[in-house]
């Protein structure tokens, strides 16, 4: 019944989604066949059999978390890419579509060196893309305002993501007190970390004041620094630092000034491109011998703690994506703030195989260009549209 309203109907695709959508499935099948090795013995029983076999067996709580992160952008722009069907048609179809595609990924892992075929996975990354799917949905008749805001939601949903991570409350009296403890007995505030939650949290305000308006922004960013807080004094595993706390409240002091200036979009964009340069000089003891660059994309997110990968993921996401916003935001054009990004990213990537501990390779000049890319694909006006697309005059509002 699907199929045939399917095809009753006319077709009409968002082509910007639509491009996205395709970039995040080359994005999965990259990372499902990572390290492209194939087996030299395999189980005779073969891939399906294998993985139907392992039906009931559940993988971490980490695994499954990340499998459904993994698939919901999925699920959510091939829903977007569908702007003339009933939500009941497109979450069908992209929840399906995500079902089929994690199968014959999971399928083809029974060939790959290091990697294991899980029925639990394909769960996972169909609940993402239905989680998308219905989030696309849900999207359609909500306004961000100007169309560019769009990404303002992306990059401040990405910093939550990193900083509620793993989303888990407890009711414990003892966890609460473990995390005020540093805050209280051991309130160390290295200059590093002050700055660079401070900075964060200024760059925070300045997406806000995009989708609120600069009075409302600053309220808004004190309620949302104190929400956070709670939060993360209640989530598992969670401990406040205290250079979280007094950066975050010395940027919500800071910009109930800085909202008040004309060019005060531009100092908070001066100090976040001070910072990511700081962030990747750390810690600034430079070795005499260089390690080697590492040219493979996303090798230390794909062989590193899944836990680790998610926090860093969100961070990066948030970091390199309100870099290229800003500086657009401050009167570059896309073009230039998106070469700016990159050439910076890269050059302190280059240098970073002179410093200990660092994970000098390619993959974070490779996001940046990825997340200007969706920047310029979302920032447009027919994203919203639900009948087939009008060509728009200026992609994303300086």
């Known amino acids: 019944m699907c199929l045939v309203t399917m095809m009753d109907k006319k077709l009409y695709l968002d082509r910007r989604s639509l491009i996205i959508t395709l970039g995040m499935l080359?994005?999965?099948i990259y990372a499902s066949l990572y390290c492209f090795r194939i087996r030299s013995d395999t189980d005779p029983a073969g891939p399906f059999r294998t993985l139907l076999a392992?039906?009931?067996?559940?993988t971490k709580p980490s695994d499954v978390l990340a499998n459904i992160l993994f698939y919901l952008p999925f699920g959510f722009f091939l829903a977007r890419s569908l702007t003339t069907f009933r939500s009941a048609i497109t979450v069908s179809f992209a929840t399906s579509n995500g079902f089929l595609l994690s199968f014959a990924m999971e399928s083809l892992q029974f060939y790959i060196v290091g990697r294991n075929a899980a029925m639990s996975d394909v769960y996972a990354d169909t609940a993402g893309a239905l989680l998308g799917s219905i989030a696309a949905c849900l999207s359609r008749g909500f306004s961000f305002g100007r169309p560019g805001n769009r990404f303002v939601v992306l990059l401040l949903a990405s910093?939550?993501?990193g900083r509620l991570f793993p989303y888990v409350p407890v009711a414990d009296l003892h966890k609460y007190w473990d995390a005020l403890k540093p805050l209280i007995f051991a309130p160390e505030l290295p200059p590093m970390d002050l700055f660079r939650h401070a900075v964060a949290w200024?760059?925070?305000?300045?997406?806000?004041e995009a989708l609120l308006g600069a009075a409302r922004s600053r309220t808004a960013l004190a309620s949302l620094l104190t929400a956070v807080l709670f939060a993360r004094i209640v989530i598992i595993n969670v401990v406040l630092a205290p250079a979280e706390v007094v950066g975050g409240v010395a940027a919500v002091l800071a910009w109930a000034l800085l909202s008040r200036l004309r060019v005060g979009a531009v100092i908070v964009t001066i100090l976040f491109v001070i910072s990511v340069v700081l962030q990747g000089l750390e810690?600034?003891?430079?070795?005499?011998?260089?390690?080697?660059?590492?040219w493979v994309p996303f090798r230390s997110f794909l062989t590193g703690p899944?836990?680790?990968?998610?926090?860093?993921?969100?961070?990066?996401?948030?970091?390199?994506g309100c870099l290229v916003w800003l500086l657009t935001r401050s009167g570059c054009s896309w073009f230039a703030s998106t070469a700016w990004g990159a050439v910076?990213?890269?050059t302190l990537r280059l240098m970073q195989v002179y410093l200990p501990g660092?994970?000098?390779?390619?993959?974070?000049a490779v996001m940046v260009l990825i997340i200007a890319g969706i920047m310029r694909l979302i920032s447009d006006a027919s994203f919203d549209q639900r009948s087939k697309p009008q060509r728009a005059s200026s992609p994303i509002p300086s």
Do not use: C, H, N
């Open 54 to 58: 392992g039906w009931k067996t559940l």
């Open 306 to 320: 899944i836990q680790l990968a998610i926090v860093s993921f969100f961070e990066k996401v948030f970091i390199y």
């Open 202 to 208: 200024m760059a925070i305000g300045v997406l806000l």
């Open 159 to 161: 910093w939550l993501g």
């Open 283 to 294: 810690p600034f003891r430079f070795t005499s011998t260089a390690r080697a660059f590492g």
């Open 344 to 346: 910076l990213v890269m």
């Open 358 to 364: 660092r994970s000098a390779e390619i993959s974070d």
């Open 26 to 28: 080359v994005i999965i």
